[in-house]
């Protein structure tokens, strides 16, 4: 079975904010945060799923394992090398989806071949054995040469025909380093359906990196050479610059289907949400200018934008905010509404909650209210994200904490700390209250990973604003972020200080399992 387009025009959306994107260094997922994204794509009519590398580690075959069994409509696909370990192992997790797909890939260009030491007729023949052992194992197979876009155009059409011969049914084009440009990405698909013998009967996908800042370019340049399927990630998460962002893509063809005349199955009034929730679970804050999705996308500034909107929306814009599921920021609600009401308004938001979830969000939402006089949609977005990333299973818990602070220091903190569900009471000093307050933890659970990143948002305006904090953290090479949000910006700093150490436990069971992960951890062990 193949996913080929019966009509021309329709363009499949590939996802792989799971595998690529997860790549990105610092934001590794936890295992239900993928779940959540997964039925989040699928809902919003992704046509495959690249859900992980299910060889990589237990972690990321359990998580493939658990897509696949829940997927509803999506393809569900999994990554593996070329060899029949790797493929083996794909299959087992992605067999129970009701559309599996294997997807294995070798580096192909000059540099690439180098490294395993292959010569071109060596590679050939791994390419055949690899790709026939796939296709007996499942009827849907992609085959990736990796760094086409710098392999030799007499190497590529041999490599994919012969991929195609032994019975790959898409065949990916990645651009991995970035490096190709919209004529030259055109190009190599037009090449290989003219040259490559079978071309016309599977799907030619793009797969295109952001380095020097046009993935979407690029991508959009190979559909309209005759690629039908484009690999991209919410939010243009991904390897160093990045993925191709679905958002652009999408929205390009929505907005300019006069000249670019492609559907795709997506609904777009979801994608705000689910760029929220990525941007909240990977940790990786969208920048304000990011195109579709970014905080200032649909914001006027300056007085002849303004005006000129509010005559005529389409004078300065080109797309309306509701298409991607963007509401009129308004004050959500106040401190008398019910839970009903809050219910009804997390729907409107996106979110669904189940009763349990609801009713904690309900009290806290309840403390918003009564410690800030507004509460925007805004307020309600970060407050359920924190939430839902905030699991009552972590090993750390904040329970409590005070701080002393003000214009002589040290400043000084006192917390209580549940490690493993029993409570610690400690205190410390530091230059300031959040080092204070991060000293507390370190005191309670010590460890050695360095803090690379701390950064402070306002959710809304004023100074009863919450604050958004996003925390990443770096040991032996492996990355984490963590968030959180708050009125009490101590509060938000210290919580997402001690989310990022629980995903560094998640983390290290990753890289090293069967150690002793949760104590501190001084030795070098498996890669990151
Ligand atoms: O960028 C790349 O080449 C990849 C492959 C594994 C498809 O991600
Ligand atoms: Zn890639």
């Known amino acids: 079975m193949t996913t080929a387009p019966a009509d021309a025009a329709r363009v499949l959306i590939f996802d792989t904010t799971l595998r690529d994107g997860e790549q990105s260094p610092g934001a590794t997922m936890t ?36 897509i696949a069994r829940r997927s509803r409509n999506a393809v569900i696909c999994g990554l593996a090398r070329a060899n029949f370990k790797d493929i083996d192992r794909c299959w087992e997790a992605v067999r129970h989806a009701r559309q599996p797909r294997i997807h294995t890939f070798i580096g192909t260009s000059p540099l690439h071949r180098a490294i395993p030491n292959l010569d071109m007729d060596q590679m050939a023949q791994r390419i055949h054995d690899t790709v026939t052992h796939a296709r007996n194992l499942c009827d849907n197979v992609q085959w990736s040469p990796m760094d086409a876009t710098r392999t030799e155009p007499d190497y590529l059409c041999r490599v994919v025909e012969i991929a195609i011969k032994a019975g790959a049914t898409t065949i990916n084009i990645p651009d991995t380093v970035g490096y190709t440009y919209p004529r030259e990405s055109a190009n190599i698909i037009r090449m290989l359906l003219e040259r490559v013998p079978g071309a016309d009967t599977i799907t030619f996908a793009t797969h295109c990196h952001n380095d020097l800042g046009m993935a979407t370019a690029n991508a959009l340049a190979a559909v309209e050479a005759g690629a039908r399927q484009i690999e991209c990630t919410i939010n243009g998460l991904g390897e160093r610059a990045g993925n191709t962002a679905l958002e652009e893509v999408v929205m390009a063809m929505k907005v300019r289907n006069d000249i670019l005349p492609f559907t795709t199955g997506i609904d777009t009034t979801k994608i705000m949400h689910l760029s929220r929730r990525v941007s909240t679970v990977s940790g990786f804050v969208v920048q304000p200018n990011k195109a579709i999705v970014g905080k200032n996308a649909f914001l006027h500034e300056s007085g002849i934008h303004q005006d000129g909107v509010l005559k005529n929306v389409e004078t300065f814009e080109i797309m309306r905010p509701e298409d991607i599921g963007l509401h009129a920021k308004n004050i959500a609600m106040g401190k008398h509404s019910g839970r009903a009401a809050l219910r ?33 949609d805004d307020d309600l977005i970060a407050l359920v994200s924190d939430e839902q990333t905030s699991d009552a299973h972590e090993y750390l818990q904040l329970r409590k904490l005070r701080v002393i602070c003000g214009t002589d220091g040290p400043q000084e903190a006192d917390m209580v700390l549940a490690v ?83 995903r560094l436990i998640v983390r290290r069971q990753k890289t090293a399992p069967g150690e002793d992960v949760k104590t501190v951890h001084y030795g070098s062990t498996a890669a990151g």
């Open 344 to 376: 009804s308004k997390l729907r409107e938001l996106g979110y669904d909650l189940a009763d349990n979830q609801l009713n904690d969000v309900f009290v806290r939402f309840k403390a918003l209210a009564d410690r800030k006089k507004e509460v925007y």
């Open 420 to 502: 493993d569900g029993v409570d610690h009471h400690i205190d410390a000093t530091g230059d300031g209250p959040v080092d204070a307050a991060f000293n507390c933890v370190k005191m309670l659970f010590p460890h050695k990973a360095r803090l690379q990143v701390y950064q402070v948002h306002a959710v809304t305006e004023g100074t009863d604003a919450q604050a958004t904090v996003s925390v990443r953290l770096e040991e032996d090479g492996r990355i984490v972020t963590g968030t959180a949000a708050d009125t009490d910006t101590i509060v938000a700093s210290t919580r997402a200080y001690i989310n990022a150490l629980n």
């Open 31 to 66: 295992h239900d945060e993928k779940l959540e994204i997964a039925q989040l794509l699928d809902e919003m009519g992704v046509d495959i799923i690249e859900a992980g590398f299910p060889i990589a580690s237990e972690g990321d075959f359990a998580a493939v394992s658990e």
